[in-house]
C-alpha cells in the first residue's frame, strides 16, 4: 500500500527550477512533520527540508535560500520548489511522513529523481 507519492522530478538545466510534490494519505499527513531528503550517488540521505504541522520550517544550509518548503493540508500534499539549481543538487529526492510524538511511524515514498546539467 502507498502511502506517500512524489511527483514533479526530471531533467533541468544549471539555474532551472523545479517544484516536487508529495501526496500522502489524510491519515498520516494530518498528524505528520513532513520532510524532503535526497540521496546522490554513493552519499547518504540527507535532510533537504522539513515543515511541521504548525508551519515551522527547517532547511539544510546548502538549500537556503534557494528552496522552499510548503504545505497543504485540505489537499494532503507537500511541496519543495526548488529554485536556482546547481548540478550539485542532483539526487533522488524523497519525501518522508514523521508522526512522531502522535505515533511512532515514519513513512517514506519511492524517490524521485532530480537530475541537474551544466
Known amino acids: 500500500q502507498v502511502q506517500l507519492v512524489e511527483s514533479g522530478g526530471g531533467l533541468v538545466q544549471l539555474g532551472g527550477s523545479l517544484r516536487l510534490s508529495c501526496a500522502a494519505s489524510g491519515r498520516i499527513f494530518a498528524l505528520a512533520t513532513m520532510g524532503w531528503y535526497r540521496q546522490a550517488p554513493g552519499q547518504q540521505r540527507e535532510l533537504v527540508a522539513d515543515i511541521t504541522l504548525g508551519g515551522s520550517t527547517n532547511y539544510a544550509d546548502s538549500v537556503k535560500g534557494r528552496f522552499t518548503v510548503s504545505r497543504d493540508n485540505a489537499k494532503s500534499t507537500v511541496y519543495l520548489q526548488m529554485s536556482s539549481l546547481k548540478p550539485e543538487d542532483t539526487a533522488v529526492y524523497f519525501c518522508?511522513?514523521?508522526?512522531?510524538?502522535?505515533?511512532?511511524?515514519?513513512?517514506w515514498g519511492q524517490g524521485t529523481q532530480v537530475t541537474v546539467s551544466s
Open positions: 518522508r511522513a514523521d508522526q512522531r510524538p502522535y505515533f511512532s511511524s515514519v513513512y
